[in-house]
């Protein structure tokens, strides 16, 4: 029998904003601390960080009555059922998928091309200093050993619910929650019941691969690794032939996507 | 709390009001979620849209400083609308005794009550008491209809207290008002129940107690108290503050609630005397009664075999306060400023950032001659004197730092806001040089005892009398270290002799000898202790916590047969297990539950007891076994730590009036009260007489035109010591900022996110502006009024945080508690250059 597919419902409705979850996940995954600036919001640090797995979203508006929304969202990697990242990864096993369905990365085998980054639809992987990929890999170390992530086990609200998806969504529907990420992508890993439609919370309506990495999965890497390697010899005559300069600018213009 | 946290999730409406447990409390607050779960309505009352309000049904902005205006207007519109409930109202609250014909009422006076003596600003309140028959009964009119009645008066106090007045002096628009009042208002009915959440938001005024009464009221005409999901439900700020308090933290009670007794008191007798309250109402159980069994056996306690009947029990031992001396927090920084003081405690404690006016608070340390500071890291207070603005040159105090463990650092009972009394393990050894608070105070008792054996001194008795029986002891007859087995022995207490049974009266002695204890037995409640010395307990209301049977605070049965979440087998609660205070009044005079679905207990009139008699309680531990009030001959009142055995809606015994009634903060923005002409509550104690320059207010002042409130954040704890010494928290709440809504900013021309400056007539602090709608201006008196507020959690010690928002609060204290008024004082803004 196949493995039971594990991951989150997000209920945002019962988040408070305590972000017990940042700090839990720093506490579990060795995390170092950033440093941050205050600059006028609840929301730090600012943006994902490769020392910041997961984050609360702080989102409030006003009507013209003055009445207040304050929405609180889970931001992290939602472990897509047809994850970009693992689809344009080059270095075999940097990004792989546990026998649970949890997307995690392997620092050791990552070789810093940062396709993941372009491929991700939600703007997940970070890069630190070392040059590796990072981003929530739902404390797959935990759940092998039958263990909650760090995350959901500090959340006072029941907000981050983990288990098997298809019982939680059947929960969240049997409850009448609006959900997101029950089907796009092949389902994603993270579903969130949203108090509000998607495009509040910064989440694309219809996420999607971009279409650049169809070309690579679709054209490039069936021709195997060795396609990727080839391009490095490429790299490699082309640093020949023009010097380092001439690199560095080249690759500044042309970004990631040089090689797809 | 009257109830406990589990039992949040009971509730039908649940009323934020003077806390934020979602910010504060986040644990918490999955009980609250609970409820919301089970279809309770959440509201939300704060000056500012908080992480609590964002999870409310109904969020209610109201201006700091006006809680009793709203209350009193909710009282009304339950009064008005008849949503009380009347059997309750009746039988278990004072509302039926008539007051005596002199008593007159702020709608009379001006904003006074009768007896105000202006050049004391005091209350002479014998106008207050009621009227009495020859038998010294009060006299009552249970139909709530005479003129006099409490009952009477209190609508006629609150019929001033109109929505379109209470939305004019809070701010709160008046459909917002109604909505709250009428959604909070239908847990009147009997088989519904509305629960009240409140933390500093309500104390910290110097109408505090007031603000706390006038919830009171409201609960008790809705027949909220003593039912599952009701209640009066103080949140509290630290994970022991009720334990500290319930030990006698505070500088007028000892441990158990005993008063400290004063001067003018000097003997046991006397002490006892005053503090035994006598009725001679009908079916009142008057514990307090007990007071003396409760002294005696605290004092035994204390001063074991040297605590004996021919000295008092040692009881000129105690420390004594003068005759009509406040000893309270303010009044300690305001005597240290005037030089009254040689050395100082801080312990677990950071007054250069936590106390209110916290500049003047810096300078009063310059004053001692030393200063000890037991906390886990340094801090503003351990290092006042290289703080901002000193020159440490000129400070002669000398400071010790002594390091202390945390509390995951060592073994022993922490007391929840629940009143859960938890034992807990240590879980890690403490670090370094640091120790566990009892194994420094250990050394600290030894060395002055040597001290005064080797040197003598001024009346060494209360100290050297002292037992000290907290494990073995070495040759030189010091305690190497702490039993805290031994300690929580002592607090529970033991018969130190043979105590037998009595006869009850009528009936013959029993042929054998019963014994109630035998010496050397741990007592199993306070029911048993006695007034003769032949018991000791070190704290009366934590009798049974650790007796014969064990140490019950250690039990962590997980059995709820209520499915009310009492959790009887987990923990221990005082008293005596009871998880619901003053549950007899969650039934009727048959000891029927009101609540049916939600049975706190309920009387089981077919129980057949082992002495052949029938009838008794089931449930929750009720609050005495008496049978229900219906039963003339043995049943009793509901609320028996009340001396006439009901819940007191009309307060005699108060500084500042017997019933609630607004006055603004010592700092407002308007010139008048639109209640009166009482402009700020003239009993509370007024500093600016004192010819401090520190002490300046400024009240409708044009150069503090903004209200202010201090508060919490989740990220960070009390004055930050523990969390801004972790980077994760820091990186959440990075530094000082300021609250403002979109109006002020655009006024002042601040954008979110600029460095701003933050005065008030006593000291400044920049921050970093976060311009929200989550702040909004307030109608008041037909004119604006903005708010702002800030965090106090932060402090010069950690590098790049800004100031504590402290050096912004007044010196000003709550006219029955001193508690300090940090919740609504007046400040200006204005954009750095």
């Known amino acids: ?260 | 709390m009257t109830n406990h946290w589990i039992d949040i999730k009971n509730a039908d409406v649940i009323l934020i009001m003077g806390a934020n447990p979602a910010e504060n409390h986040p644990v918490a607050f999955r009980w609250i979620q609970r409820a919301k779960d089970n279809g309770a309505k959440i509201l939300c009352v704060d000056p500012r849209f908080t992480r609590s309000a964002a999870k409310a049904d109904i969020y209610a902005p109201l201006r700091s400083g006006t809680d009793i205006a709203f209350l009193g207007g909710m009282i009304r519109h339950i009064l008005e609308n008849r949503l009380y409930h009347q059997e309750y109202v009746a039988k278990y609250t004072n509302a039926s005794y008539l007051v005596g014909p002199d008593f007159q009422m702020p709608g009379d006076l001006a904003g006074l009550f009768s007896g105000y003596d202006k050049k004391k600003g005091k209350y002479d309140k014998k106008t207050w008491a009621y009227q009495k028959g020859p038998d010294e009964v009060i006299r009552k009119d249970e139909t709530l209809k005479d003129p006099r009645s409490v009952f009477q008066l209190m609508r006629k106090h609150y019929s001033r207290y109109t929505p379109d007045l209470v939305s004019s002096i809070t701010g709160t628009p008046k459909e917002t008002l109604l909505k709250v009042y009428e959604v909070y208002g239908s847990t009147g009915k009997p088989d519904r129940s509305g629960t009240e959440l409140y933390a500093m938001g309500w104390t910290q005024h110097t109408v505090g107690t007031q603000n706390i009464r006038a919830m009171s009221i409201i609960q008790l005409l809705l027949g909220n108290v003593g039912v599952a999901g009701g209640g009066i439900n103080a949140l509290r700020g630290e994970s022991n503050v009720q334990g500290s308090t319930d030990h006698g933290l505070l500088f007028h009670i000892l441990p158990g609630y005993l008063a400290v007794p004063s001067a003018d008191l000097p003997t046991l007798e006397k002490y006892v005397e005053k503090y035994t309250p006598k009725t001679k109402e009908a079916q009142s159980a008057n514990w307090w009664g007990n007071r003396n069994k409760y002294i005696t056996s605290y004092l035994k306690a204390i001063y074991g075999a040297k605590a004996t009947k021919e000295n008092d029990f040692g009881y000129a031992w105690l420390p004594k306060n003068d005759p009509g001396v406040n000893s309270s927090w303010l009044m300690i920084f305001d005597n240290m400023f005037r030089g009254k003081y040689k050395g100082f405690f801080a312990w677990g404690q950071n007054p250069a950032c936590s106390g209110s006016n916290a500049g003047k608070v810096r300078k009063a340390l310059e004053q001692l001659e030393w200063m000890v500071t037991v906390n886990l890291f340094d801090n503003e207070t351990a290092s006042f004197w290289k703080g901002p603005g000193v020159d440490p040159s000129k400070v002669n105090t000398e400071v010790f730092f002594l390091p202390a463990a945390a509390s995951f650092e060592k073994e022993g009972s922490v007391t929840n806001s629940g009143r859960w009394a938890q034992w807990r393990t240590a879980a890690v050894k403490p670090l370094g040089q640091s120790r566990p608070d009892s194994e420094i105070m250990n050394d600290l008792f030894f060395r002055l005892k040597a001290l005064y054996a080797k040197e003598g001194g001024a009346y060494p008795d209360p100290l050297v009398n002292l037992t000290w029986n907290y494990g073995y002891r070495q040759l030189d007859g010091t305690v190497r270290s702490v039993d805290i087995h031994a300690v929580a022995k002592e607090i529970n207490g033991y018969f130190v002799d043979n105590v037998e049974e009595k006869p009850k009266p009528g009936e013959p002695p029993p042929k054998e000898k019963k014994f109630v204890g035998k010496k050397g037995e741990l007592a199993g409640s306070f029911a048993l202790l006695q007034a003769d010395g032949t018991t000791t307990s070190g704290n009366w209301l934590y009798c049974q916590s650790y007796n014969e049977k064990g140490n019950l605070m250690a039990r962590r049965g997980k059995k709820d047969p209520t499915g009310l979440g009492l959790f009887s087998d987990w923990s221990w609660a005082w008293p005596v297990n009871r998880r619901i205070l003053y549950n007899r009044a969650s039934v009727d005079l048959s000891g029927k539950p009101y609540l049916v679905k939600k049975a706190v207990i309920y009387w089981n009139a077919n129980a057949v007891l082992p002495d052949g008699k029938l009838g008794k309680w089931e449930g929750d531990v009720p609050d005495g076994g008496w049978p229900p009030m219906g039963n003339e001959k043995d049943g009793k009142k509901p609320f028996i730590m009340r001396a006439d055995g009901v819940a007191s809606v009309f307060g005699p015994g108060l500084a500042d009036g017997p019933f609630p009634e607004h006055y603004e903060p010592l700092e407002c923005p308007i010139q008048e009260n639109l209640m009166s002409k009482q402009l700020t509550n003239p009993a509370s104690k007024k500093f600016a007489d004192g010819g401090l320059p520190e002490d300046v207010y400024a009240s409708c002042d044009t150069r503090f035109p903004y209200v202010a409130t201090t508060y919490r954040v989740t990220e960070h704890w009390q004055t930050g010591v523990l969390s801004r010494n972790v980077p994760w928290l820091l990186e959440l709440q990075p530094r000082l900022f300021v609250e403002m809504g979109l109006e002020l900013a655009k006024e002042k021309r601040i954008r979110n996110g600029d460095m701003v400056e933050v005065a008030s007539a006593r000291g400044k602090v920049d921050a970093v502006a976060i311009v929200t709608p989550r702040f909004r201006p307030f109608k008041v008196a037909g004119g604006t009024v903005h708010q702002v507020g800030l965090p106090w959690c932060f402090g010069w010690f950690t590098p790049g945080v800004g100031e504590s928002a402290n050096l912004l609060t007044p010196t000003a204290g709550d006219a029955n508690t001193m508690i300090p008024e940090t919740k609504a004082f007046m400040v200006n803004v204005k954009a750095r250059g």
């Open chain 1, 1 to 260: 029998m196949a493995q039971v597919r594990m991951g989150f419902l997000v209920d945002t409705s019962r988040c408070i904003g305590c972000r017990a979850c940042q700090v839990a996940c720093k506490a579990w995954n060795h995390l170092d601390a950033d440093k941050t600036v205050e600059k006028g919001s609840y929301e730090n640090p600012a943006d994902l960080t490769p020392n910041l797995y997961n984050r609360i979203r702080f989102l409030e508006s006003a009507d013209a009555g003055g009445n207040v929304k304050w929405l609180f969202m889970n931001e992290r990697c939602v472990h897509c059922g047809d994850a970009g990242c693992m689809k344009v990864c080059p270095a075999p096993g940097a990004l792989h998928r546990t026998k649970e369905g949890i997307v995690v990365f392997d620092k050791e085998k990552c070789i810093s091309c940062k396709y993941c980054v372009s491929a991700c639809p939600f703007n997940i992987p970070r890069y630190g200093a070392d040059d590796k990929v990072t981003k929530c890999h739902l404390c797959f170390d935990r759940v092998g050993a039958g263990r909650i992530p760090a995350c959901a086990y500090a959340c006072p609200t029941q907000t981050l619910q983990f288990g098997g998806r298809d019982a939680l969504i059947a929960k969240a529907k049997g409850a009448g929650k609006k959900l997101y990420g029950e089907n796009a992508l092949e389902g994603l890993g993270v579903v969130y019941a949203l108090e509000e439609k998607p495009e509040v919370y910064g989440l694309p309506e219809n996420p999607s691969i971009p279409t650049s990495i169809f070309l690579w999965k679709d054209v490039v890497r069936p021709l195997g690794i060795l396609g990727f390697w080839g391009s490095v010899a490429a790299v490699v005559v082309h640093y020949v032939t023009f010097g380092s300069r001439q690199l560095e600018e080249d690759e500044k213009g042309k970004g990631g996507d040089a090689h797809g």
